[in-house]
């Protein structure tokens, strides 16, 4: 084999169905895991009985846990999944910044401060409104700034997003410093690392909406991601509006992310990794990279979440601790491998 | 009136309130090539952009075919220039083949698959820039003549009617800038304007029709190259001493340098 070249890109319809006969797999086994014994068979009549087919054999008791508890963790947990690696790839691409991650904009920060401040005030019923308003404040600081610096340019939009993060996380970290005491404290600190325990079905409708409204928009910008392979000089040159779309991507992606920050928190690395990953299977052309990146995304979320409530039962892990720990020796190793091929 | 190919009138061009390009006035008919010229800073990187539609000028018009390139929309704008920039870069690890197929972009739809007919332009671009071997390598491990040839096959891809080039004989050994300009004549011989900033004066004055001559932002010559490149021109532009020498093999005229004083 000549140096550098590569083996044929794999069939990109024949990896989708695949994956997607993985995420519904792993959507009804990811329920069968916890304290109460349930089986897959259970499972699937619950769910048959509640899309209105059937009686369910489950007690009440038992279809409580499925369908209350466990189904909509599990589905929210899919739907963050997908949405951060998705915003991921998205942010890598109109940044041209292989580091950059759904919450460069200052999003995790700003929505980490709306949600601190209400559960401080014992309001938790609307921490995801908090957060996800955090979030946008967040955002209109970052791209305010980058603009007042002159045209919205990947640099300067970065600057602007660890600017405005590292005031949000100073302001949430004099908050928590003078004024969380005990119990809350650690309320806190599980949603500042990210967990899904509290998803039920809000959750389910507030991601899944997310995913629906933002991810047309952004599956049909495949075409035009890939031409900001060479910068925005050559993207025009191609017919690209690349300020329209680099403003218009940029804000779609930071509501997707807002959005999946408001239910589970700052879930770290799944952003980062993943698009990096699938890019290493599928190349980085992203009419295919995006579609199979939201499917690695969801059940690597729903994997990460299950191993998070189960691992040390009856000790719930924050999952954002598992992504990391998986993350980032994988970051490490994509980084030899980038180091391998430079 | 209406003229065919590229006619540039009067156009002034601001960089962070800089004037950068002042006044030009040039025009490349169809099926010739123009060799701009000048020293380091004349402008002619800035003028290319311009041209390209990556810049607006302060003022000044630039159409092909009486079309204004700054009023038209960007996808049939990228149907009819193409504009291969100097040094162009990438972090993406996308293989030569993906490169040049990224010049299919302005032909086709946004979530449309690649047809036939595109597979068909981008081999076809491979093969003209004599690349067709690499199509399955990565970009980033070519050589830099080799990516240069590339990124001009992704410009040939959009089947241009104007080919804007800025140092396309960067990094290329001499027989592959030759092989280059050949190429570009050949291009120009179908009918394509042909418009190339070039620092190599040589080259230049083998391969042109026409010549662009910047100084500090303004054009201090345009016209017919052999009439137009003196030596007198040469040494005023870029402060040397110039001689027009006759080439031994080619008959065509070629320029020695040599310090002033």
């Known amino acids: 084999m000549t140096i550098g070249s590569r083996h044929a890109r794999p069939a990109v319809a024949v990896l989708a169905a695949v994956l997607g006969a993985v995420l519904v797999a792993s959507v009804i086994l990811a329920v069968t895991f916890g304290p109460a014994d349930i089986s897959p068979g259970e499972v699937w009549a619950s769910v048959m009985h509640h899309l209105g087919l059937g009686a369910t054999p489950l007690s009440e008791l038992r279809d409580g846990i499925v369908w209350e508890l466990r189904m909509p963790r599990v589905l929210t947990a899919a739907a963050v999944g997908a949405g951060l690696a998705v915003s991921g790839a998205v942010m890598q691409a109109l940044t041209r910044n292989p580091l950059a991650d759904p919450y460069l904009l200052g999003l995790s920060s700003g929505a980490s401060l709306g949600a601190v401040i209400v559960l401080l005030l014992g309001a938790a019923i609307i921490l995801p409104l908090a957060a996800f308003l955090g979030a946008l404040v967040a955002l209109g600081l970052t791209l305010t700034l980058a603009s007042s610096l002159g045209r919205i340019t990947p640099s300067r939009t970065i600057l602007a997003g660890v600017a405005v993060s590292a005031l949000a996380s100073a302001l949430t970290s004099l908050v928590i410093f003078w004024w969380v005491t005990g119990d809350s404290y650690r309320e806190i600190l599980s949603w500042l690392l990210g967990s899904l325990a509290g998803a039920r079905w809000p959750a389910v409708a507030i991601t899944f909406t997310a995913i629906l409204v933002a991810g047309i928009p952004i599956l049909l910008s495949g075409r035009t991601l890939d031409a900001f392979a060479f910068g925005d000089t050559s993207a025009t040159a191609l017919g690209v509006n690349v300020q329209g779309v680099r403003w218009s991507l940029l804000a779609v992606t930071a509501l997707l992310t807002g959005a999946m920050v408001s239910v589970s928190g700052s879930i770290g690395f799944v952003g980062l990794i993943l698009p990096h990953a699938v890019r290493l299977v599928v190349g980085p052309r992203h009419r295919a990279l995006l579609p199979l990146v939201a499917l690695v995304g969801a059940i690597f979320l729903i994997w990460a979440d299950t191993a998070a409530r189960s691992l040390f039962d009856p000790r719930e892990l924050p999952v954002g601790i598992v992504t990391a720990i998986i993350g980032a020796p994988v970051f490490a190793l994509l980084l030899a491998r980038r180091r391998a091929d430079a | ?261």
């Open chain 2, 1 to 261: 009136m209406s003229t065919a190919g590229l006619e540039v009138d009067r156009v002034d061009v601001s960089i962070d309130g800089t004037l950068i390009v002042d006044g030009i006035i040039c025009s490349v008919p169809p099926g010739s090539v123009c060799a701009l010229i000048g020293p380091n800073g004349a402008g002619k990187s800035t003028l290319l952009r311009t041209i390209a539609a990556v810049e607006k000028p302060d003022a000044g018009s630039v159409a092909f075919d009486a079309q204004n390139l700054h009023a038209m929309a960007r996808k049939p704008r990228a149907r009819l220039v193409s504009f291969v920039e100097q040094d162009a870069a990438t972090e993406v690890t996308l293989t030569a083949r993906e490169v040049v197929a990224l010049g299919r972009t302005p032909h086709q739809s946004l979530w449309q698959e690649e047809s036939a007919d595109d597979r068909q332009v981008v081999a076809d671009a491979l093969q003209t820039v004599g690349m067709a071997g690499f199509a399955s390598r990565d970009f980033a491990s070519l050589s830099g003549g080799e990516r240069q040839r590339v990124l001009l096959a992704k410009a040939l891809a959009q089947q241009p009617r104007l080919l804007l080039l800025d140092e396309p004989t960067n990094h290329l050994d001499i027989s592959a800038g030759l092989a280059t300009l050949d190429l570009l004549g050949g291009l120009a011989a179908t009918g394509v304007s042909v418009f190339a900033a070039l620092h190599d004066l040589n080259l230049a004055l083998a391969a042109s029709d026409h010549i662009l001559v910047l100084h500090r932002g303004r054009a201090v010559a345009f016209g017919p190259t052999e009439a137009t490149l003196t030596a007198e021109l040469i040494g005023e532009v870029y402060g040397v001493r110039a001689d027009l020498l006759q080439h031994p093999a080619t008959g065509r005229p070629m320029v020695a340098f040599s310090s002033l004083g």
